[in-house]
């Protein structure tokens, strides 16, 4: 049985939670969903700029925690960017 998931301290409320590519019918799109506390992991490191160590004390997380939801991130987006699909942010981070 798996671990109960560790609340993640986030300060991201998006406003915007839909990203598409240009000229494709939503009909025949494919979706990437980026979670919240992925949103965040992205905001901390790759926009302002701030170290693992730091990004993952301000989210409330380990260090190998935060590094895996940032690889999750990095990889749904690139997904998104390579082939063409769209990104929907959810709101509320899943539990498993």
Do not use: C, W
């Given at each position: 049985m798996a671990r109960p998931k560790k609340s993640r301290f986030i300060q991201i409320d998006p406003e915007i939670t839909y990203f598409k590519p240009r000229a494709v019918?939503?009909?025949?799109?494919?979706e990437v969903n980026l979670e919240l506390?992925?949103?965040e992991a992205i905001r901390l490191k790759d926009l302002?700029?701030?170290?693992?160590?730091k990004s993952a004390q301000?989210?409330?997380?380990?260090?190998?925690?935060?590094?895996?939801?940032?690889?999750?991130?990095?990889?749904?987006?690139?997904?998104?960017?390579?082939?063409g699909k769209a990104i929907a942010?959810?709101?509320?981070?899943?539990q498993h």
């Open positions: 019918p939503m009909s025949s799109l494919e506390d992925e949103l302002k700029g701030l170290d693992q160590r301000k989210m409330k997380i380990s260090v190998t925690t935060f590094q895996r939801i940032l690889n999750s991130a990095h990889k749904k987006i690139a997904d998104a960017l390579i082939f942010i959810k709101r509320e981070i899943a």
